[in-house]
């Protein structure tokens, strides 16, 4: 008989274990998909500005060239 409870409830563990195991494993994906959310973040302000600064550097040889060639 009691080897019977400790089968009985060594089986009840092991949902619990697994339960454990997919609550870990959910935490750790959120915190991964946190993490992506922030670098995306980073990468697109990274990329704006860029574009901005690319932007002003085309208005500067623009307007060098232009006064360079006596047009302005």
Not at 13 to 38: E, T, W
């Amino acid at each position: 008989m009691e080897s019977d409870t400790l089968t009985l409830l060594s089986l009840l563990a092991i949902p619990g274990a697994a339960g454990a195991a997919y609550g870990g494993v959910r935490a750790g994906l959120n915190g991964c998909r946190q993490s992506l959310d922030k670098m995306e973040r980073i990468v697109t302000r990274l990329d704006e500005r860029v574009d901005r600064h690319g932007d002003r550097i085309t208005v500067l040889e623009v307007t060098t060239n232009l006064k360079d060639s006596g047009r302005e």
